[in-house]
Structure formats: structure tokens, C-alpha cells
């Protein structure tokens, strides 16, 4: 969900034409995906930021992202003709439909600007950056409950400064989303809406993080909570907008930052990733989850 450049994973701690379908795969309603493009949009999560091999500059998208391994799988079965990946490192919801921007500079355009009537499916992660006032989004708040371990060590300090702040922000988020999935649909009426959620990042019992993560295990069992929050808001607002919400996190599940067996680095990865953000594996998991979903 962060921003991808060096100097801020420091500071955080830490296709294009219509064609005929041949052998179409299967969305969750039983429908073929309708031919045409296939575009990606997202955050961090959805551009695999740190996972070989980069590009995009900042954006740092990378070629075994989610999309790219869905993109894959549905060309070998032709199911659509070409692939978009417009995904971008620190993208709140807003930068679905306005220019994103780092220190004043543009950094990837509007990115519902590669929807158009002929795209035939869309996949989305997207709102986790909402929840910090940086660009580094969650990673933002692991850093603050970081900061504040020390001030209370075995109670909650981070969920005692943010209160409902991060409830109101995610309360925020959910209308700019809402608006995006139907902008989206307004643009391509035929496409086939997909949109991920998060995958688990951390576990159910915070004590497994126990001199893995900076942060005490009252704050750790918050954060969770948040990213069930932030999950159950993306996942509602999906479904009240015509769009199918994709399940990563129990996928995940067992493999989180504090796991022996890592799909979600740490907050110091072993693996070429972001901290708290999904390897090359979890990424391959998501996408496996996503063609699930399209396969119903």
C-alpha cells in the first residue's frame, strides 16, 4: 500500500482491440468474460511493489504482480486480448480518477483513464492507503504504533491515539470507491469487475510476533482489526456496485509477516518485497484467488 521509494521504506521503518473469444473462462456468475482488455488497477498490493522485476519508476510495478500472472493464465486460454496494468505504489482511491502526484511531481495519470468500452475485465486493490495521512498509508500507522510501543509497552498505545480516527477514514474512503466502481462501469458497461481485498498480514495471535514486529500485542490484535475493517469496507462496497470482491486474506492466511513461512514480508524482508507487503508467492496466491473468483 506504501510508497515504493528507498528513502521512504527507511522513514516507514522499517487487449486493446475486440476479438472473439475462443475458450473463454468463467466469471463468478457463470458469464464469459467479455473479450477484450484487461485492465489492472491498484495500489502497492496490486503492483507488487519490490517484487522482481520493477518498472514504472515510483509506481514500481512488477512483472509477477497478481495481474500480470492472471494476465497469463487468461491469454493461454484466450479469454482476453490484451493486458493494462496501470497499477501504482501509494495510490489512494482518488487516484483512480486524478493524477498522482509525489512532492508536486506526476507520477502515473488517472488510471480509470485506461478504461474504455472495449476493456473486458477489471481488477482493483485499492483504500489501504486511506488510512495514513502519508503516502506510506497502513505502513504510515505500523510506524506510529511502532513509535508508541515504548511509551506503553504492555498496553495499546496506538489504538488509544487513534481512537476512531481510522474508522472515519475508512467511512471516508467507502463513497470514493462506491463512485470509482461505477465510473467504471459507466466506461465499460460489458467489463467483468473484480476487486481484491488484502491478504493477511498479520496473525490471529499477536504473540507470534513476539521480536518480530515493534509494536505491543494489544496493538498488534488492533491492526489486525484494521485490516479486517479495511477489508469489510472494500468488500461491502463492492458488492452495493456490481463488482465481485476477491477474498486474499483467508487465503493468505497462516503466512503472514510474524509466519515461518512468509507469503507477507516482514517489517525487515528476507524476500524482495515491501514490508508488510506481499512476496512474489503471495502475489501468486492472490492471482490464484482472483482467477477462482472469475471461474466461480
Same mark, same amino acid.
Given at each position: ?33 467479455? @473479450? ?20 514504472? /519508476? ?22 482476453? %486480448?490484451?493486458? #493494462? ?51 506510506? *498509508? ?29 474508522? #472515519?477514514? +475508512? ?25 481484491? /481485498? ?8 499477536? #504473540? ?8 505491543? =500485542? /494489544? ?5 489486525? %482489526?484494521?485490516?479486517? #475493517? !479495511? ?10 456496485? *456490481? ?7 483467508? @487465503? =493468505?492466511? *497462516? ?10 514480508? *516482514? ?6 518485497? +515491501? %514490508?508488510?507487503?506481499?512476496? @512474489? ?9 482472483? !482467477?477462482?473468483? +472469475?471461474? /466461480?
Amino acid at each position: 500500500m506504501s510508497r515504493a521509494v528507498p528513502t521512504t521504506a527507511v522513514c516507514a521503518l522499517l487487449a486493446a482491440s475486440l476479438v472473439t473469444v475462443a475458450a473463454p473462462a468463467h466469471a463468478a456468475d457463470g458469464g464469459a468474460i467479455p @473479450a477484450g482488455t484487461y485492465v489492472a488497477l491498484g495500489d502497492s498490493y496490486a503492483a507488487g511493489a519490490g517484487v522482481p522485476s520493477q518498472s514504472a /519508476g515510483l509506481c514500481m510495478r512488477s512483472s509477477r504482480n497478481y495481474g500480470h500472472m492472471v494476465a497469463e493464465t487468461l491469454k493461454r486460454e484466450a479469454a482476453t %486480448s490484451s493486458y #493494462k496494468d496501470v497499477t501504482c505504489a501509494a495510490a489512494k482511491v482518488d487516484a483512480l480518477t486524478t493524477t498522482q502526484t509525489d512532492v508536486g511531481i506526476p507520477v502515473n495519470g488517472p488510471q480509470l483513464d485506461a478504461v474504455t468500452r472495449d476493456t473486458g475485465l477489471v481488477t482493483l486493490t485499492i483504500g489501504g492507503n486511506n488510512l495514513g495521512t502519508s503516502t506510506l *498509508g497502513f505502513v504510515d500507522v505500523v510506524a506510529t504504533c511502532a513509535a508508541l510501543s515504548v511509551t506503553n509497552p504492555f498496553g495499546a498505545p496506538c489504538r488509544d491515539h487513534y481512537g476512531d480516527t481510522l474508522d #472515519k477514514r +475508512l467511512d471516508a474512503a467507502a463513497p470514493q470507491l462506491a463512485a470509482a466502481l461505477q465510473r467504471i462501469h459507466a466506461k465499460a458497461p460489458r467489463a467483468k469487475v473484480l476487486v481484491a /481485498g488484502y491478504p493477511a498480514v498479520l496473525p490471529d495471535d499477536p #504473540k507470534k510476533c513476539l521480536f518480530k514486529m515493534p509494536a505491543t =500485542t /494489544g496493538d498488534l490484535a488492533y491492526l489486525r %482489526s484494521v485490516i479486517g #475493517k !479495511l477489508n469489510d469496507m472494500v468488500s461491502t462496497t463492492a458488492a452495493a456496485n *456490481g463488482a465481485t470482491y476477491v477474498d486474499t486474506f483467508n @487465503a =493468505t492466511k *497462516g503466512h503472514d509477516a510474524c509466519s515461518s513461512d512468509r507469503w507477507i514480508e *516482514g517489517i525487515l524482508p528476507v524476500k524482495p518485497a +515491501l %514490508s508488510l507487503h506481499p512476496n @512474489a508467492t503471495g502475489e501468486r496466491v492472490m492471482a490464484e484467488a482472483v !482467477l477462482k473468483a +472469475l471461474r /466461480g
